[in-house]
């Protein structure tokens, strides 16, 4: 950090964010309970935050779920509690994106053990709020390996595999708003940007593979997530938009899997956002408002 900057405030952890396992489970659909059956999808950072939401929501809509993170007593404690309440059979790998290597095992292990996947949601991703003059060569690094460089991998692996088989795949990232930047999170800015325009240029050249590309862009939504930020700003996050509220995790699994399904069979290359309005209206500050853009319109 430079001589001059201030420091960002410390998060402050709010065991009320987000939706339990029950209410994950139970939580309303409109979608009927067998859309998915006889098809498998895999969820990167699926045993947390909305990548646990869009297993939950596979699950119970009838694919084989198979959930990856780097984190591997949280990723099995999560397969286990879907597992218990929802009477299914979902696998987990623990493993890191940002390893080639890595992907690869993946690809290799759920292509022998489940006949391979149908659909690849990339949802494993994260970054630190921070002013970007005082980024470490470390921490940009970090941030691009998995929002960029990791969300590739995994969508190269996937897509060389229907194209080697012959069979079709629909891929969904999970990206964010970036059309009016993002300060204090610009790294995760530049790799989702590079995400959504990579999406749209494979959209392109995998489109006679039959496999269609897609991302989702959440706004504000409530999820564990937010601890990573201070808290002022977290609960703030509602005011980002001009609903002036949150969204819950379910409102992007719902949406990845209109993409997904039948209903989004003539849509690739797209932005779904999910949003409440944010894109148009509003701003986030993820690390709090600095002095300086603070607006009095008293």
Request: charged share 20%; hydrophobic share 40%; net charge negative.
């Amino acid at each position: 950090m430079s001589d001059n900057a201030e420091p960002l405030p410390a998060p402050e952890p709010d065991p009320n964010w987000g939706m339990s396992d029950e209410e994950l489970a139970h939580y309303p659909m409109v979608y009927r309970d067998d859309l998915f059956a006889g098809k498998t999808v895999i969820v990167s950072g699926g045993g947390s935050g909305i990548g646990k939401a869009i297993s939950y929501l596979y699950a119970r809509l009838g694919a084989q779920v198979v959930i990856c993170s780097r984190n591997a007593d949280r990723l099995y404690e999560a397969r286990d509690r879907m597992n218990e309440l929802l009477n299914v059979e979902a696998d987990a790998v623990p493993m890191t994106i940002r390893d080639p290597e890595a992907v690869e095992s993946l690809m290799e292990h759920v292509w022998a053990q489940h006949g391979g996947a149908d659909m690849l949601i990339n949802n494993a991703g994260g970054q630190f709020p921070q002013a970007a003059i005082d980024f470490s060569v470390k921490g940009w690094r970090a941030v691009i390996d998995t929002n960029l460089n990791g969300t590739w991998y995994m969508m190269q692996a996937a897509a060389r595999r229907w194209r080697d088989t012959g069979t079709a795949g629909s891929i969904v990232n999970i990206v964010a708003n970036v059309q009016r930047g993002m300060p204090q999170v610009a790294h995760t800015c530049a790799a989702r940007a590079g995400v959504i325009y990579l999406t749209k240029s494979v959209s392109t050249e995998w489109a006679p593979l039959k496999i269609r590309v897609n991302c989702v862009s959440p706004g504000a939504i409530s999820t564990q997530g937010l601890n990573v930020y201070p808290g002022r700003a977290a609960h703030r996050f509602k005011d980002s938009n001009p609903m002036r509220t949150f969204g819950d995790a379910y409102d992007v699994a719902q949406a990845t899997a209109y993409v997904n399904a039948p209903s989004g069979k003539f849509i690739t290359g797209e932005v779904i956002t999910v949003d409440g309005g944010n894109n148009q209206w509003g701003d986030t500050w993820p690390g709090g408002v600095p002095d300086e853009f603070k607006l009095d319109y008293s």
